[in-house]
């Protein structure tokens, strides 16, 4: 079972940056990419940014493109999101997930990391 486990988030105000990271083990090369997703209180849990195994193809969000980069550590099993000129409305709990070669769901997630963004 692959386990996520997020870290880096906090507070921070706006135009100011955060770098949280997702950190795999166990079975990690079953893993074909990761993923971002955030909720913010009251919304649904939306596609944020995604990376392949090989860090060749990103995904990005139109809302945090520009902004936000998305890349795998030099510790292969970590990927961070580097998250740039901040906004209020980027407030969320942040999440994690990784899903396997031909797979269309997500089918490991980590427990999530709170990103505040003030006014």
């Known amino acids: 079972q692959v386990q996520l486990q997020e870290s880096g988030g906090g507070w921070v105000q706006a135009g100011g940056s955060l770098r949280i990271s997702c950190a795999a083990s166990?079975?990690?090369?079953?893993?074909?990419?990761t993923g971002w997703f955030r909720q913010a209180p009251g919304k649904e849990r939306e596609f944020v940014s995604s990376?392949?195994?090989?860090?060749?193809?990103?995904y990005y969000a139109d809302s945090v493109k520009g902004r936000f980069t998305i890349s795998r550590a030099n510790d292969e099993d970590t990927v961070e999101l580097q998250m740039n000129n901040l906004k209020p409305e980027d407030t969320a709990v942040y999440y994690c997930?990784?899903?396997?070669?031909?797979?269309?769901?997500?089918?490991?997630w980590g427990q999530g990391t709170q990103v505040t963004v003030s006014s």
């Open positions: 997930a990784a899903r396997k070669a031909g797979a269309l769901e997500y089918a490991w």
């Open positions: 990376i392949t195994f090989n860090g060749v193809m990103t």
């Open positions: 166990g079975p990690t090369p079953s893993i074909y990419a």
